[in-house]
């Protein structure tokens, strides 16, 4: 079990570290072709809450 800083997870992802819920979810974008504004009407939750979600999974699978 590992606690991880919420900047230390957005360097990771999107190379700042207090990169904020929009530059989340425009390299969510760009690294999953997904964009999920297609299906809700803001970056609020659930959007940012998927797009951490992932940028956490993805930390994860970098520090294996």
Do not use: Q, R, W
């Amino acid at each position: 079990f590992e606690l991880v800083a919420p900047s230390k997870v957005k360097k990771s992802f999107c190379g700042k570290g207090n990169g904020n819920k929009i530059l989340m979810h425009e390299e969510f974008v760009k690294k999953t072709n997904v964009d999920l504004l297609k299906y809700y009407n803001s970056v609020a939750s659930p959007v940012n809450d998927i797009v951490d979600a992932y940028a956490l999974y993805k930390y994860g699978l970098s520090t294996i």
